[in-house]
């Protein structure tokens, strides 16, 4: 328990954090016997002796979750050992079959490496000190206590979970900021989203973070203060941002901080510290004489490096560069892998729009369009081809904005198998004008009922060119193509 | 002849163990165990500076299994050796503070 | 009293099995006569903590029908087998000889039993042991202890002292054991009879309640060598279901057993040799051994092994070290024994409190202890390179010598409750065998007679290179022809 003295008021103070992330990997089978990982069901139900720690049982570890760590070591950049081990890590407790958890300690599949993230335009690398393979635990449910271990009777176990594949990634201290560790773990999740090994679902667990965070003035080291529940990207930005804050009004006031756990309420909005066992943490780590060495064979890692999918930072550089995207544009689209896809879906089937033509639709109107009708783009009834044929269109100045939108709430609202826009276009009859002799001919009838204003107009005053303007779209039902309209009218006063 | 173990170290241990020990037992462990650890200890004196350590007898690699589906344990199988079940559960007494 | 059925129950295992086949008995028949031979005289010697009576019969029966089916048997089919308690068995409890597994039926079979089975093995019981293999004499069973068929107020040895006892009563040709630490061949040298410590990796583990992890191995006990060979042949082999077991095919055994030891190079560990206590007779045993090799065409030398004198101390940190986290499962939350508590941790404390007894208690507080942080060096890690000192000794030996010799035991059987009040005392008996087990190699106690003084059974340890089972056997197989000892039933003697 190590503390900090107060900085006193006023003393520069630098936040350090650096996040522990648990992801459970989505292999068929568990780590080290054949029971099926999935989430829920009916309590101790995908169980064996294996997994239960029956004695005279033995571990066997899955190739499958092997190759996913490795992906995701790679897709940060990491090196992978030539030859890694496992061993125990000792502890009793309840959810733990076998009162051991076999992990990796000293030798881990992956090491070293790094993510790029930006917060407000300003870029900062975020190693990764570490990858490795552990298995996870049973599930607790507390009894008696209002579902919280304090205060519980006692506790129920469900082993279903225990044996899943636990993928561990350890950044290095590099996040100085609440939103530093979000941007982290954003990117995060839309790099294993990429690599489709895991569901990553805070809410179901499959994704877990825990924060360090500690604060000092330049140059020394703060204590380390833990932070668990974080199930959500916000609660992680929330917590961090409030502890950020208590610790330092805490130093301000020139108090000191314990290095200590404590658990985030997201209800509260406040974090508050753990009991921990005075002698904890004695894990008495030594190797797995169960288990024999991991030493990938270099055409087995080429072939994980070949499989590799193109990660969102390079996704990101790609839309930016192929597509012409700002930044923010191409940022937005690549962080939901499905509307990237519906994105790239629908470049491919347009003509004339341009995809940035196109990213606007999408991200703007069709995104908030399907929020609002509590649809997703994964499940999205809309085929691209459709969106873009609407762009398409749009673009072409044969049906104004919006109309567009207008058609779009239309293909919206058929759902599956719906009409392409074209088709409603016809149907409703809202094909604009665009130019030709029937704009004329409008364009004539409203001089001739107006007189008065189109002397003016000739005259050189330019105030009541909007009224006419309006006039032609009121006879148009607003169907004219408003460019088509000022150059129209431009064309009659110069002539 | 000192004894490399104390009694506090003995209660620590048996802790970390989880064993309940009785009065008798922890006296008499401390000074068995002292023994058999000074013993233990003749090797303490040898050079093994260069010496790879063998947790393994036999030097084997990559021993795998492919992704694939075996048959669970029936439920009732698992829950009816268990010492305390409810609702298809394991039932524990109270678990006090987290792990460890 | 008079054995009964002793027709059958003095057979070899071979010997059985070509009748079985042959027709000239039935499996039934078999099976019959050992229930009936334990149960008139396992009072005595209690070397089974469980008998499945039903379950052989049954098995029997099975063996019989699919003969008359005029389907092919297996090579141990109609043969019984006494089966230590520490491999889990479907059909009947198993405990290690603990409390805290008391009544415990695991809802598999061990990869070892269901392969002889298969054989056509009859599986007649589980034979008693040091709790959780700790031990060697047997008195450290949760139970009761077993007593030596030779002498029946003496130790039978252990940690396998039941089914050694078994296989020297003749309650079965065949018996299973463990051997972490010499825990098949003291007690097989103790009893009288032949056991074999395989190579690290040959036998599966998978099912075989875990003391050591790194050094436990599975193996046979029979009265001969050829049986011996017979049923290390049916047990052995890769298994995907243990991650340590070699994935190579072992060379067959029985072929060369008659090979002889014509120009084999034979070396008398000096280091154990004269080891402190040792019985002048087993001293004597060790020489006339050499003769007797030297008579057989082999070639005899001393050899200095050193670094076995370091064995023991490597041991008694890496074992207890090991099973301490094997043991942390034997907690009361899924299976065994439950003490009552109001609160978790101390429920777990006091489970393991009330279901093991004071040696497994040692050993996990020892091995705790190594392992603990700040010890971890010194001793856990210190141990793990002497692992390595000593493996790199044997390597030396064996370029200049094809398999080394040693007496298996300091001492013959001892009395019950002799060397009970002192563990390091009864740690000491497992000095010329732990060497064998750290380096990962294979060795077997061969009984080379009954020591004059005493009348006791005397063995002799042949050690080979790891994955050398066919020297070391072809070699017992020798020395078996050159002593050409009857074999007399021991009498089971009720002490005086």
Request: hydrophobic share 40%.
């Amino acid at each position: 328990m190590t503390g900090e003295a107060g900085a006193g008021l006023g003393q520069e103070l630098i936040t350090t954090i650096g996040l522990e992330i648990h992801v459970e990997l989505a292999t068929r089978t568990k780590m080290f016997c054949g029971c099926p990982v999935a989430f829920g069901g009916e309590p101790n139900t995908r169980v064996c002796q294996v997994c239960l720690g029956h004695p005279g049982t033995l571990p066997v570890p899955n190739a499958e979750a092997i190759a996913y760590a490795a992906k995701i070591g790679m897709a940060l950049g990491c090196a992978i050992a030539p030859s890694s081990i496992f061993h125990r890590k000792n502890y009793f407790y309840p959810d733990m079959p076998k009162n051991y958890q076999i992990s990796q300690y000293d030798i881990p599949l992956c090491t070293g490496g790094a993510v790029a993230i930006e917060t407000d335009g300003v870029p900062a690398a975020v190693g990764i000190t570490r990858v490795h393979l552990e298995e996870d635990t049973g599930k607790s449910l507390h009894m008696g206590g209002g579902g919280r271990i304090h205060g519980a009777d006692y506790s129920l176990e469900d082993f279903n979970r225990a044996g899943t594949p636990l993928v561990e990634i350890v950044t290095e201290p590099d996040m100085h900021s609440a939103d530093q560790a979000r941007a982290f773990a954003t990117e995060l999740r839309a790099t294993l989203e990429a690599l489709e090994v895991s569901d990553i679902r805070m809410e179901e667990g499959s994704m877990r973070f825990d924060a360090n965070i500690s604060m000092a003035p330049p140059g020394r080291l703060g204590a380390k203060v833990e932070v668990k529940n974080l199930n959500s990207l916000r609660s992680l930005h929330r917590a961090l941002a409030y502890e950020e804050q208590r610790q330092r009004e805490v130093l301000g006031d020139g108090g000191t901080i314990e290095q200590s756990t404590r658990h985030w309420d997201e209800r509260a909005g406040v974090t508050r510290p753990l009991r921990t066992k005075e002698h904890a943490f004695d894990y008495r780590y030594f190797p797995e004489p169960d288990l024999v060495a991991i030493e990938p064979p270099a055409d087995w890692l080429e072939s994980i490096a070949a499989s590799l999918p193109e990660l969102p930072a390079a996704r990101r550089r790609r839309f930016e560069e192929q597509f012409g995207l700002s930044a923010y544009d191409a940022g937005v689209l690549v962080a939901s892998r499905p509307a990237a896809a519906y994105f790239e879906a629908a470049v491919a089937a347009g003509r004339k729009a341009e995809p940035k033509e196109v990213a606007n639709w999408l991200a703007n109107d069709l995104v908030g369009l399907l929020t609002k009708r509590g649809e997703s783009i994964e499940a999205c009834a809309i085929p691209p081809e459709h969106l873009a044929e609407l762009v398409d269109l749009v673009a072409g100045g044969e049906i104004s904005r919006l109309q567009g939108r207008e058609v779009l709430d239309d293909m919206a609202a058929a759902g599956a198998g719906g009409p392409p826009p074209a088709a409603i276009v016809e149907k409703k009859g809202l094909r604009q004008l665009s130019g030709g002799d029937e704009l004329a001919a409008v364009l004539d009838e409203v001089i001739a009922a107006n007189p008065d204003v189109w002397a003016r107009l000739r005259a050189g005053d330019t105030k009541p060119e909007g009224f006419l303007f309006g006039q032609v779209m009121r006879a148009t039902k607003g169907q004219a193509n408003p460019s088509a309209v000022r150059n129209l009218l431009k064309t009659r006063l110069d002539g | 002849m000192s004894n490399p173990l104390t009694r506090a170290d003995v209660e620590h241990v048996a802790r970390l163990a989880r064993l309940a020990l009785s009065e008798a037992e922890i006296e008499q462990f401390t000074t068995q165990l002292g023994a058999i650890l000074e013993h233990a200890a003749r090797v303490a004196a040898l050079d093994t500076a260069d010496v790879p350590p063998t947790s393994h007898p036999i030097p084997l690699a990559n021993v795998l299994r492919a992704d694939e589906r075996v048959p669970c344990l029936d439920r009732d199988v698992v829950l009816d050796m268990a010492p305390a079940a409810e609702d298809g559960r394991f039932r524990v007494p109270r678990i006090l503070g987290e792990e460890a | 009293m008079t054995p009964t059925g002793d027709e059958l129950t003095g057979r070899t295992a071979a010997g059985l099995a070509a009748m079985v086949r042959r027709g000239d008995v039935s499996a039934v028949e078999v099976t019959e006569a050992h229930l009936q031979r334990i149960a008139a005289l396992d009072g005595d010697v209690r070397s089974f903590l469980c008998v499945g009576e039903a379950e052989a019969r049954a098995a029997a029966a099975g063996v019989d029908a699919a003969r008359a089916r005029g389907e092919a048997l297996g090579p141990l089919a109609g043969v019984p087998l006494a089966v230590k308690d520490m491999f889990c068995t479907k059909d009947l409890p198993t405990t290690c000889a603990s409390r805290i597994l008391e009544g415990w039926r695991p809802p598999y079979d061990s990869t070892v039993v269901a392969r002889l089975r298969a054989a056509g093995a009859i599986v007649i019981g589980k034979t008693n042991l040091d709790e959780f293999a700790m031990g060697s004499s047997t008195e450290n069973s949760g139970f009761f202890p077993t007593a030596n068929p030779w002498d029946l107020g003496r130790v039978p040895g252990g940690s396998s002292g039941g089914s050694a006892a078994a296989v020297a009563a003749r309650f079965a040709p065949l018996a299973l054991g463990t051997d972490t630490g010499g825990s098949i061949r003291q007690p097989a040298a103790l009893c009288g009879v032949v056991g074999l410590r395989p190579t690290y990796g040959r036998v599966s583990r998978y099912g075989i309640v875990a003391y050591a992890s790194s050094l436990d191995q599975a193996g046979p006990f029979a009265t001969t060598v050829a049986d011996t060979a017979l049923l290390l042949e049916a047990m052995w082999g890769h298994d995907p279901c243990d991650s340590t077991s070699i994935p190579s095919a072992p060379e067959p055994v029985l072929a060369s057993l008659e090979d002889g030891v014509a120009g084999l190079r034979i070396g008398i560990v000096e280091e154990l040799a004269d080891v402190d206590g040792i019985q002048p007779e087993v001293r004597a045993a060790v020489e006339s051994a050499r003769g007797l090799f030297e008579k057989a065409g082999a070639e005899v030398d001393t050899v200095s092994v050193p670094s076995v004198e370091y064995g023991l101390s490597a041991y008694y940190v890496i074992a207890p070290a090991e099973a301490s986290s094997n043991l942390a499962r034997y907690d009361g939350v899924r299976y065994g024994l439950r003490a009552p508590a109001a609160e978790v941790a101390a429920m777990n404390a006091a489970t393991r409190e009330a279901g093991f007894g004071a040696e497994v208690k040692r050993r996990i507080m020892l091995g705790t202890y190594a392992l603990s942080a700040g010890y971890y060096d010194a001793y856990y890690g210190q141990a793990q390179r002497v692992r390595t000192l000593i493996i790199r000794d044997f390597a030396r030996a064996y370029r200049d010598f094809d398999l080394l010799v040693s007496p298996t035991s300091p001492t013959t059987a001892f009395g019950l409750g002799e060397k009970t009040a002192d563990p390091l005392t009864m740690y000491l008996s497992d000095v010329c065998t732990v060497p064998t087990s750290l380096a990962g190699a294979t060795a077997l106690s061969l009984p080379c007679g009954l020591a004059p003084e005493d009348g006791l059974p005397v063995g002799i340890q042949l050690m080979g290179k790891a994955l050398d089972e066919v020297t070391v056997l072809r070699a017992a197989r020798a020395l078996e022809q050159e002593l050409a000892l009857p074999a007399p039933l021991p009498e089971i003697r009720v002490p005086a």
